[in-house]
């Protein structure tokens, strides 16, 4: 097959066989661009078309250009979701339902009778969907939730109250949120932060907006921000930015008569996750006052592919003579006792929790570490409360009877800002007696179980200075001894070749270890830096970045991904890691799976 394109004017090119035959050869002439060509007929294969005008100008767009408008006008737009009766069918069936009769399903919280109500009328509106619909209890126990994963299911979210266009009745419509890759249907937890910020880049306000609000409805009918909203996260949440995302959408929209409002639910909210997950046991350590990522859990988590916890598991199987699926039941029910599988999982569900699944960094004793990427946005939790409840609720901010389940508060109890005022200075000052190592310029985390400061070097140290905890001394010595050590072709580390260690067959490459690189990594870095006014070393780490995730966009016809080898000047985008980049085997550029654009 040969496609020809000439040089004047829009040309229309016959799409019957273009975008199914594998774009085996291309007569480009003149100024036009291979790889902005490719992208052009997938996008319109995509949309059904048939036909394409295409001229000139679009297939030369400059890269950074067209990279921008890409993500503006296609991607996010793509990667849309909302749940109820127009995404049911497909967004309630789960790809990790490994049970006999997997099922669309859906999990309604106690008290959210509408909705409930809701989901009943679709299920006997469309018998064909078989659609499961669940009331959740009151109390979610780890119990609870091992039992569910027989059942698992989506969580719902936020609606609206609409007219129905073509009815005239009133119904229901999801809230709309972000997925971070297309293959997504679920709200995933910090991956919506991340988002947000291109969103707001992007002047989609509307929908960094519901995604606070749904994030909202999730603190408060099911006690955290998850992991993402299926049943088998409903005990682990991610590392907390409600309290920044929320501020941010209320400076854009604050001159709207609701704005006020919209930020009252969202600190509320925050407040609630702060004192029911993050500042009590098991994530608290009484000792030191310090947070840890430290989710409840019973059993083997389920939502990991069939074979995934084998290895781990094959030695207390033929311990126990058992058949693997006979002894997986038996564990999880507390009918075999193995303490030394319970600590595994225990940190397993740890690491998933951190969002940095996974690194050599966490592996064995996630739970157990006070990590300064947490303590750090606990912080700015902190201070971002007493600075709003000071600056923009007169200092009087009353807590209503919703949110104060597993808090400290009474219906109607008034909060100022002198207590979070407090709460900042006290963690601010154990963070630098435990954490803070003067001689290598860095954060560590603290083994709040070995009582020791760690020593894996992790760009999560830069952290400190995005939340604001370090000092300006600490700022300074972090970029003079620090930054060297993380610095790379493309951008910031995860993490450094001595900290990650030796790899090989018997211990592979982990993805938020050495080589790779991240975009929140980056992200919160730069802001960080320019928080200390080190503009200079913010604005060379973001061109860094930005160049090598464009050049492999236009070498690699599109390509986007959620990580980089930073190390890889000619191909970044193939990570040689436990999890690598999806998407990366199509000729023509694949959807979009990047996890934060």
Known sequence: MQITIEDEGPKVLSLRTAASAGYNRFEVRGTYMLSNLLQELTLAKEYGRKQIIL?????NENPVSRLSRLIRDHFWDGLTRRIDASSIEIAARDPKDWTDDPRPRIYIPHGVSEQYEYYKQVARDRPEIRLDFQQLPENITPELIRDMNEKPGLLALETEQIVDPETGRKTLRGLPFVVPGGRFNELYGWDSYMESLGLLVNDRVDLAKSMVLNFCFCIQHYGKILNATR????GRSQPPF???MALRVYEKIKHEPDAKEFLRRSILAAIKEYHSIWTCEPRLDPVTGLSRYRPEGLGVPPETEAGHFVHILEPYIKKHKMEFKDFVRAYNYGEIKEPELDSYFMHDRAVRESGHDTTYRFEGICADLATIDLNSLLFKYETDIARTIRNVFDDKLVIPGEFCDRTPYQPGEVLSSAA????????????DKLMWDEEQGVFFDY??????RCNYESSTTFWAMWAGIATPKQAADMVKKGLPRFEAYGGLLAGTEKSRGNVGLERPNRQWDYPSGWAPQQMLAWTGLLRYSFTEEAERLAYKWLFMITKAFVDFNGVVVEKYDVTRPADPHRVDAEYGNQGLDFKPPPPPTCQFL
């Open 447 to 452: 083994n709040t179980a070995k009582r020791e």
């Open 242 to 244: 409600l309290t920044d």
């Open 55 to 59: 001229d000139e100008g679009r297939l």
């Open 420 to 431: 979070w005022d407090r709460r900042a200075k006290r963690r601010k000052l154990t963070v």
């Open 231 to 234: 049943s088998y996260y409903l």
